[in-house]
């Protein structure tokens, strides 16, 4: 099994920028792909950005360009460093893991964009 934690959510100015960060614990060795979720109030769950195995990285067309997903070489930290954030951006991010076709994620963490 693979446990998650996020951190680093909280309220920021449009144009500010977060780091969120997504602790991994467990089965870490065996985790195939990560990735960052959000889902803003009235809206369903949508994918922000991926890391798999060979540091290979995916979009959404929405956060192109304003957002970077990373890891460290062990799994052991994955990050989303969001850049000219918007209040569109609003939402719980979560972090996920996919470990040989099982999925894990974590409690999500609160971002909030507003002036």
């Known amino acids: 099994q693979v446990q998650l934690v996020e951190s680093g959510g909280g309220l920021v100015q449009p144009g500010g920028s977060l780091r969120l960060s997504c602790a991994a614990s467990g089965s870490i060795f065996s985790i195939n792909a990560m990735g960052w979720y959000r889902q803003a109030p009235g809206k369903e769950r949508e994918l922000v950005a991926t890391?798999?195995?060979?540091?290979?990285?995916n979009y959404a067309d929405s956060v192109k360009g304003r957002f970077l997903i990373s890891r460290d070489n062990a799994w052991k930290t994955v990050y989303l460093q969001m850049n000219s954030l918007k209040p569109e951006d609003t939402a719980v991010y979560y972090c996920?893991?996919?470990?040989?076709?099982?999925?894990?994620w974590g409690q999500g963490t609160q971002v909030t964009v507003s002036s």
């Open positions: 890391i798999t195995s060979v540091f290979s990285t």
């Open positions: 996920n893991a996919v470990v040989v076709g099982r999925g894990f």
